[in-house]
């Protein structure tokens, strides 16, 4: 049947048309063989494929050299004025209707129809600088009646199923030689040219064009000026995502893809009124700004199991990270890729190169399968358009990712060494420190994968964000060293649960503070030192793939530490301390077959240090029905602490989508009072179980709303003694106006309960009744000035309330420059703080949180930040508890004897940061950090902050340069 399709095409089957063509001739010659040469000669000028045609004239008859078919005249236009610039002025276009003839065709006598593959047809003249690479298309079916060579519509009935679409070029001149037989082009066949596009379905796997990278010369700079881009045909089936109408965008998005064997290149070319176009510089992975950009997430896996995405906005800003399955993204990966944009008369593009060696991928030689998901953001319309069209609303993502087929992707040993050198100034301690070191990665092939960091400075280059926090629950800070990025999707284990957060394996406890030491009666060691943060000696991680496992490893050392302690008589002291060490080892099992994800895995960490070994093991399971319908996740937990014996616990997740736009979600969770993962991991409390019901609703497309969401939920929690520590139900909802601003309401009732926490160990008391509401406005934040205000209402543990209120306001005069101001004010009645003991007391509150940021962009590369966070606190006491000796009210009564419990809080933390992107990866650093947190007697705000500015805990220059070389 196969060869039968060749035969028939090559016969010239009736496949012609009469659309108008039109081509560029820039030589017409009498003498066949002067023709040739010049075809030659113009080719490897222009990098543009050209065909020798016959054409009989009143003059006589004449081989013209032509380039051809274009099918929108504007193209032609825009290719005659690029060949004038060239120096080629006599072209000229003419025009047709139907096909022209070339003089070179088929030799049907030399042709051997045994052999199937399109490989065999006769080699017409060709771009000399690229080499296509094997294979490239499948063999030719039959062409529908109402086949147009410059649609390249395929028909839903045509297609089989086993065969993917091809989207990659064959030569112009083999399309011309198939239309000079009167015919049209085989199915599968498609002609380079930047008019051509080609309509894809979703599940239909496709085929990328491939190039030889040596031969091939692109400039990633936001201009699609090579030859190659116009040798790749596009696509263009983007649907509105946000909201999830799924109607077509509004305006024309040009994508095209190939790739070598060393990387991936894909661009968009995209249509946009210039006065609706919305820019904004920003720090690489600055989420959450409403401005154009562009991005794709790539399941290099090819079974849904991981993935990375890159995000390109207009004016070259970066944001990447990783997936897992099936929507969580994550930014903790940066890669060294490539990305450029540009404005154009119809709108912009942007222009990508990903080195295949940034990325993870399972061992494979020969075909191999990937996922994509393509996105466009239009700011000034706040949508998003997607392709696949894969709504939030939605339960499959990444399971649903447009397959694409490639070839001979299978990159070969590569490595990257990133030396660095810090010196920092610290005005406080008075001190001055110096210091090199290096972070390598090493890929010896694209399933293993093996980081290490020698010596590492984090450096005070980024600053946490300014948190208050007098509860007994931690806080939990996210991880913004490279190295522990780097990899570091394969130890997430957790799903992600709303009211219980997680995690066995939190990095930031690696070179953090340490235990305090051990001392004798009457040692003191400096409050300085105990702030200090460990030292890493190094360490090293091993990330892998084969077959159907996925494996990771770590390992990290922290130096001895060193302490300033004072004696009985005030004496100096210096004790030490042995530095801890960290183990990880974790296994993943995968399987979807059948369209349903399996994962199955192990995890154990180790942490050894003075005070007690700590062992944690962990099980996880992971469900996924092939219809997206069913999703389970779960844990199974057990601990080992030399001092506090074994501990147990599991949690799990269920989904349920029965439709799109609604979902319900049950999470239930159990934790004995001895399961204690906190030395390496992060865990909100133990001793406690918990269920809780979520439902989603989203609607979109409404008269009186652009899009809303509505989530109920009910949770109940209760500790070890069955005393209900945590209940009641909420309603959150989140509207988007058709001006595009946004309100956002949210109620919470929690009725009568128990207190097991606050009081450090001391005792359980009764908390009253309370609830909560919200109310928040943001106006359009793709406007140039935005502002949001909001406001609610609080309920204490006492049964009094307060209220609160936040302002902000954003200003970006220009692309480059950004000012954002915000506040948030607190007035807290009744706020119950524990005094130590079995004693209580409720304060009268109020509390500021400014925050201030300006930036300033002298290229994308290059910002001057200026950043202010402060929060201040005063709180008089108000009336005083003690805990009864069973689990009852507080009881009220007389102020204990002592000081009065008035107290002030100024925490701040100043920023000046320069800082400049050399190459990916590759960074200067200028840093100023000033830093202060005191406590003391009631004052007012201006001399709180006042003091915490003359008075700092930190204050440091940090000069900091990091440089990536290798392959």
Known sequence: MRRMFWLLALLCADFGYADTEFWISVGSYQDIERAEKFREHASLQLQEAFTVSPAETSSGYFYRVIAGPFLQR??????????????????WMLATEGPVSPYRTANFDELDIDLPTIDELPVFPRLPAIKKVKPRLEPVREAPEDYRLHKLHRDASLQLESEPYPLASTDLNLATAFAGCGGGVPNNVHVAHRELRVDLRVGKPFVLERFEHDLIEIEIDGKLDEPQWGMVASFDNLKVVEPDTLVNGRYATDIRMFYTERGLYISFDMEQPRDTIVKRFSTRDAGRLNRD??????????????GYWMNLALGDNQVDGTILPERRYSRDWDGAWYGATSLTERGWIAEYFVPWSQTAMPKQSGSRRMGLYVTRKVAYLDERWGWPALPRSQAKFMSSFQPLDLHGVDPKQQWSLFPFSAATI?????????KTGFDFFWRPSTNFQVTATVNPDFGNIEADDVIVNLSANETFFPEKRLFFQEGREIFNTSPSRRFNSLSIVNTRRIGGRPASPATRAGETVASEDLRQLSELAGAAKVTGQQGGFRYGFLAAREK??????????GDNLNLHQDGRDFGVMRLLYEDNDGGAYKGLGWISTLVTNPAGDAVVHGADFHYLSAAGGWKFDGQLLRSDLEQAGEGYGGLLDVQYSPRSGLRYTLSTSYFDDSLDINDLGFQRRNDASDISLRAEWIKSGLDWVRDFRISPSVRYERNGQGQITQAGFGLSQSYTL???????????????????????GNGTYRVENRSSMSLSYRSNSSRKLSFSVGGGLHGEATGEYGYQAAAGIAWRPFDRVNFELQTKYRNRNGWLLHQGENNFTSFSATQWE????FDFFMTAKQQFRIALQWVGITAEEDKFYTISSRP?????????????????????NFQMRYRWQIAPLSDLFVVYTRGASKRGGISDFDDLFQDAWDDPLDEQLVIKLRYRVGT
């Open 293 to 306: 950009s562009v991005s794709f997430t790539l399941d290099t896996s090819g079974e849904g199991r991981y």
């Open 426 to 434: 610290d005005n406080v301690a008075g001190e001055e420190k110096y």
């Open 888 to 908: 009852d009210d507080l009881i009220e009564g007389a102020k204990p004897l002592g000081e009065t419990d008035d107290f002030s809080i100024s925490q701040l």
């Open 738 to 760: 058709h001006n595009l601003s946004k309100v956002d309401v949210n109620a919470f009732y929690s009725p009568e309960h128990f207190d097991d926490r606050s009081s450090f």
């Open 74 to 91: 504007e193209s032609a236009e825009y290719t005659l004025q690029k060949m004038h610039e060239a120096g080629f002025a006599d072209a």
């Open 560 to 569: 001895e530490l060193k302490f300033d302690a004072f004696g009985l008589n």
């Open 850 to 853: 400014p925050n201030f940021k």
